[in-house]
């Protein structure tokens, strides 16, 4: 079963409006993150914001912020007044336990975000 | 701040060659991971080294090997080259505590022609 989904392939989003980008998750641990990262056509991973488990308030940095609905199991990222910048793959990541040593990210398929002038 | 160094940034081989990619990873991170990305595919995570040794393995082919070093630079070695395995190769480090955040290099794309 897929552990990270992500059911929009693209999305469109006009300047300066708000987009949501889904998210949704699938562990049996009780202690875990989520993680959305950018990808431009460049090709570089640049990390946006981190949720964990154990988070009680929505994470948010700047014009990113992430709606974090355990019971649902979903973890939403929406930017705020987008930027043509902001055109991108986007991916949702989960990171199963927590603790030191290696704890690989599992990837969602991605959600390529086009803002439109 | 120092980010995670990944060369050769682009690498053109036949099929059948052999290649390798070096990781230098963030100072004082102590775990280095190595993820394939397939055009238009997500990221999948090939291996990983917790202090120096191998902790996961996931998807990585048998023709494929990885090591860390004492200095914490690790090297991916392809041999065999098949034309699937043209792909962007990301290596990615973190460090002890915090989120567990994975700072990614910029990747080596390989093309197998």
């Known amino acids: 079963a897929q552990k990270i989904t992500q059911t929009q392939p693209g999305m469109f989003v006009q300047e300066k409006e708000a987009v949501t980008l889904d998210c949704t998750y699938d562990?049996?641990?009780?202690?875990?993150?989520l993680f959305w990262y950018k990808q431009p056509s460049s090709g570089e991973m640049i990390f946006l914001i981190y949720q964990g488990s154990y988070d009680e308030q929505n994470a948010t940095e700047g014009r990113y912020s992430l709606n974090f609905q355990k019971a649902r199991k979903s973890a939403n990222l929406v930017i705020s007044a987008s930027q043509l910048g902001d055109s991108a793959m986007y991916f949702c990541?989960?990171?199963?336990?927590?603790?030191?040593?290696?704890?690989?990210?599992?990837f969602g398929k991605g959600t390529k975000l086009s803002v439109i002038p | 701040a120092a980010g995670v160094i990944q060369s050769p940034r682009h690498l053109i081989k036949e099929k059948r060659e052999t290649a390798t990619l070096k990781c230098y990873p963030i100072p004082r991170h102590d775990t280095v991971y190595w993820y394939q990305q397939g055009p238009g595919q997500d990221p999948q995570f090939l291996i990983s080294?917790?202090?120096?040794?191998?902790?996961d393995k996931g998807s990585i082919p048998d023709r494929f090997s990885a090591q860390q070093f004492s200095d914490y630079h690790s090297e991916l070695n392809m041999s065999s080259l098949e034309l699937g395995d043209s792909a962007l190769y990301f290596c990615?480090?973190?460090?002890?505590?915090?989120?567990?955040?994975?700072?990614f290099g910029e990747g080596s794309r390989l093309t197998v022609l």
């Open positions: 990615a480090s973190s460090g002890r505590g915090g989120t567990g955040e994975l700072f």
């Open positions: 562990t049996s641990d009780q202690s875990y993150g």
């Open positions: 990541a989960m990171r199963e336990g927590l603790g030191a040593g290696s704890y690989q990210l599992t």
């Open positions: 080294f917790y202090e120096k040794m191998q902790s």
